[in-house]
Each structure stands twice: as C-alpha cells, then as structure tokens.
C-alpha cells in the first residue's frame, strides 16, 4: 500500500513535555483531510517512521491518505506487521493499544524492527495499530 504525507511533526514520547498538544494539533490541523478521506470511504493513516531509537527516543509522525505508486512516502508492503485492534468503544483506545506494545516490548514479548509503524483509521471507526517485526 502507498501512502502519501498529508502533514507531519517530529516529537518524543518521554522528553517532549509538548508531545500530545503537538499530536492533537497536528490531528485537528487535518481535520478537513481527514473528513474528505472518510467521506469517499477511504481509510486515513498516522505512520511513525525516523525512529532515533526506540519508543523512548525521537520519532516522527505523519497523517498519511492512499496514492498510487507514482507520488507516495510509503510503501507499507516493505514491510512485515503484527496487527493490534483497537477497542472501538473505549475512547482512548489508541493509547491503551500502544500501552500494551510498549509492554509487551519491554517484557520481550515483542520484537519491533522501529522502520515504519502505522495507526489505520477507517471510516467506520474501526482502528487498528501495525508494528513492523524483523522478519526472521
């Protein structure tokens, strides 16, 4: 799959005291982007890539829509992705997902290869987080 950056910021979940503010401005930023995607029933994605390090150190985020193979930032098929649902009923879902990587990581129950991650939002509210793994 080919993606395309719509906006993107630089943070850093432990040292960035700005980190979520930066997050939801970037996210209210594409609101209208993100409207137009779900109304022509079109998913939108948030990809972290530029990792410096692992989820403790720097990264960047996008908010990405589909493209064709002529114009994209990503191609999501390079890589290899465990898949975690996240609970639509539970409004901070999102965080709670990515709560349960970190675990899950930090008890070696998880290998991340940290070279493209993504969030994929449907129109119909159904979200899913995708971890690259190494593939061996």
Known sequence: MFLKILASIRTN????????????????????????????GEPVYAVYHDYASDY??????????????ESYDFDTSEQVYQVFEADKDDPQAVLHVWQKIWQAEDAGE????????FEKYEPDQTIAVFIARPES
Do not use: H, M
């Open 110 to 117: 998880l290998r991340r290869s940290y070279s493209l991650d």
């Open 13 to 40: 979940n432990v040292q960035d005291a700005a980190c979520l503010e930066k997050i939801q401005r970037l996210w209210r930023e594409q609101e209208a982007a993100v409207a137009e995607a779900f109304a022509e």
């Open 56 to 69: 403790k150190g720097d990264y960047s985020l996008s908010i990405c829509r589909p493209t064709d193979e």
